[in-house]
């Protein structure tokens, strides 16, 4: 059984140019969370930044573990978790990318002229790098002997 990586990533990539919005949204909504325990604005926007970075650095290395390691007969789920895989990455790669375009202080208090757009801006920065990852992930599947 082949299984492609790169075609489901891509269909994946159309529906993400059209949601970023929604994903921006629920960003936000994590950093109102944290406002809500008492940690400051800035603060919260700094937090995510930094578990997101972490996040979106380690996930790819821990599915290539899995696909390393991964039994014959669980390959019937490998698109499922691709699905899965490519929706927390996106996640993770538009909130960690945030900083390059922006900051905290401007994010919570809306001085600077911008709007939020950058939040769109870095997850569409995202699609191209799930694509890249996923060929690099069907090299994988194709040098490993089964």
């Known amino acids: 059984m082949t299984v492609d990586f790169v075609k489901p990533t891509v269909i994946f ?3 993400g140019f059209f949601i970023p919005g929604f994903t921006a949204i629920a960003i936000l909504a994590v950093q109102m969370f944290l406002n809500g ?3 400051e604005c800035t603060i ?3 937090l995510i930044w930094i ?3 972490i996040g979106a650095l380690l996930l790819p290395f821990l599915f290539y573990r899995y696909l390393k390691w991964l039994p014959l007969e669980k ?3 490998l698109p499922i978790l691709l699905t899965i895989f490519n929706a927390l990455e996106y996640v993770l790669i ?3 990318l945030i900083p390059v375009f922006t900051n905290a202080q401007s994010l919570c208090y809306g001085n600077g002229g911008q709007n939020g757009l950058e939040l769109v801006f ?3 920065i995202g699609l191209p790098i799930l694509i890249l990852l996923s060929f690099l992930y069907n090299q994988i599947l194709k040098n490993r002997i089964f």
């Open 75 to 77: 390959l019937k789920t």
């Open 94 to 96: 538009q909130s960690s």
């Open 51 to 53: 578990l997101s970075s």
């Open 122 to 124: 870095t997850a569409w």
């Open 37 to 39: 325990l008492g940690v």
């Open 13 to 15: 990539s159309i529906v």
């Open 44 to 46: 919260a926007f700094e």
